[in-house]
């Protein structure tokens, strides 16, 4: 489908089926993510992939009720920021930084006909130091949002469109 | 083109030609802006739209030399966030909300073949308090990024595929 259909079908899907994810296409799914723009190319990303069933569970248990999709999902992706390739000049960069990875990661997921939701983390610091603590991460890497994965259970979600969703009121023309 | 190859295909474009951006298609790339997901689906994001030159340019004094593109853009976007829409548990995901609409209408301007160039606002003071001085926005709204568009003037720009970007060093299976 073309780049605005995807933009369109793209919505979040919290069952899956049993089908694994290959490798190829999970390859296929991180570099789109490392594709976005990032301030002054810093690229101040890093991904863990997860499929131990295990292990997501324990990311859903530190990420509050929301993150329940985890359990099912074929892989996920805890998606952090990288403060040692950090613009120096103004750090928090990093936030939208790994903002634009993840959502190119939702989309490329939905070109390739896998589900997925996104899991907010930061800024809510119970979730960033549960993750952190759970992958024992070093100082300079911060948890920020998880991605759930999988083919979805009910395979029609992924082809609706959905209705425009265009607000006037948030368009300002020339001025505020 | 497909999802994957607007994504492989977005760069950085900051020279542009003179033909306009019609309304229709820039209707479709804010469009695109408001069709990510958001926090709670908050969608607490809202864009000033910009073509008069003499405003173009005042938004470029303020944003810093990076801005420079924005002097020849057809169009500028100011993207905000709108904290009268945020999640009250957690306002900071304005931030990520607002990197993901914006992520959308550079991804959608490449599809309709339009160049854009992502200029970094927020989280530098600076920028944000001059943005917020020039288009007298309300305490309410804060700038989060500008994106100057355009038909590049070197067409073949968007027609380019990168290279592969993936990294591995930045990829951890399982575990840190």
Same sequence: chains 1, 2.
Avoid at 15 to 39: N, T
């Amino acid at each position: 489908m073309n780049g605005l259909d995807v933009i369109r079908k793209r919505r979040s899907i919290r069952e899956y089926s049993e089908k694994p994810i290959s490798d190829e296409v999970l390859h296929e799914i991180l570099d789109a993510g490392m594709r976005g723009p990032s301030c002054v190319n810093a690229r101040d990303w890093s991904f863990i992939v997860v499929k131990d069933k295990d292990t997501l569970n324990k990311m859903a248990d530190a990420n509050g009720s929301p993150a329940e999709p985890l359990r099912g999902a074929n892989v996920g992706i805890l998606a952090c920021g990288d403060l040692k390739r950090s613009f120096k000049g103004a750090p928090d960069y990093w936030i939208i930084d790994v903002s634009i990875a993840c959502q190119n990661i939702v989309l490329a997921a939905a070109e390739l006909g896998i589900g997925s939701v996104w899991l907010g983390t930061y800024p809510q610091t119970e979730r960033v130091e549960g993750q952190k603590k759970l992958f024992q991460l070093p100082d300079s890497v911060i948890p920020h949002s998880l991605i759930a994965l999988g083919y979805p259970k009910n395979q029609e979600e992924l082809s609706l469109g959905s209705r425009s969703e265009y607000e006037p009121s948030q368009v300002h023309f020339e001025k505020w």
